[in-house]
């Protein structure tokens, strides 16, 4: 796919903070580009930048070849072609849903203006609030109208604030998928901030990795999830133990067994084991190691225990809550190698 916006060693700092330090990134047609990384890593300001509601202090960004921040160059929000969805939707509170949509779509005679209204109440499912207000709307609602005001001028770029940031657990997950349907069915390129692992996992068709102001990895979810680039990167993708690991042959082994290793011999390893890595297994085998249960959590889909390795070394496991454990049990548990990181 053509790349429809260039970020190229963009740079930006407020007082002595590089709050965007160098970043460079390309947006794909098409995609949803999910950028992750924690509260104040830059990823709010580097949304800013491209959208022209913040100045740029160094690099280029550039849409389809037309720079629109560079030396010298700063072409106004207005005029770039895109539309953003805010963490508090910002819909108008004295405009009805209806007039919300449309309000940016004056250009256009009443019969067209319209037509993309009812089109797009039809395609966020509210056809039936297009008189209410925002005050009536639930917060799911409000999202979906804050997304379909964004959609309303056929932007060539969606850009999402954390869109998600103010809705229960329940709410979120549906009206996540909701808004995920829209854009791929409206085939809508976005980029969205967010700080939540599973939610960039689960809507992106790329991500970008932020920390400190950089870019430290970039690909799709799966690329991302199974080879962090580092620590850091692994560690914004969700929930993972750090235990040691030593070269014994063509094996790397642990306190939880052993996996294949790949790439020269080190003098020292650190391990990076997601939760879901563990596999119990029925009888010891040379890939095994036996160990105890310390802990022992029920989530209903898995069961979180905390395992202690012959060595000391201890680590989270989700594992089937389908089979019963104990405190004090001892288990038989061996690697899975996809799900095991070395550094």
Partial sequence: ????????DVKRAFGGHKAVDGV?????EGEITCLLGPSGCGKSTLLR????????????????????SGKGIHVPPEKRDMGFVFQDYALFPHLSVRDNIGFGLKHLSV??????????????RLSDKAKLYPSSLSGGEQQRIALARALARHPRLILLDEPFSGLDAHLKSEVREATLNILETT????????????????????????????IIQTGTPEECYFNPASLVAARLLGETNLVP????????????GSIPAKGPAAIKLTLCIRPEAFVVEDAATD????????????HGAYCDLVLKAPNGDEAHAHVSSLRPYTVGQTVHVR????????F
Wanted: no cysteine; proline share 2%; charged share 20%.
């Fill in 111 to 124: 019969a067209e203006r319209d037509e993309r209204i009812n089109s797009l109440l039809a395609t966020v």
């Fill in 287 to 298: 890939l095994t190691s036996e160990v105890l249960v310390t802990a022992y959590r029920y």
């Fill in 49 to 68: 930048l491209i959208s022209g509601l913040e100045t740029i202090e160094g690099g280029t960004i550039a849409a389809n070849g037309v720079v629109l």
């Fill in 1 to 8: 796919m053509p790349a429809l916006l260039e970020i190229t």
């Fill in 187 to 214: 085939g809508t390129t976005a980029i969205m901030v967010t700080h939540d692992a599973e939610e960039a996992l689960s809507m992106g068709h790329a991500l970008a990795l932020m920390n400190e102001g950089k």
């Fill in 245 to 256: 690991g030593k070269h014994m042959g063509d094996h790397i082994t642990s306190g939880f």
């Fill in 335 to 342: 690697l899975e190698p996809k799900l095991v990181s070395v």
């Fill in 24 to 28: 460079s990134l390309s947006l794909n």
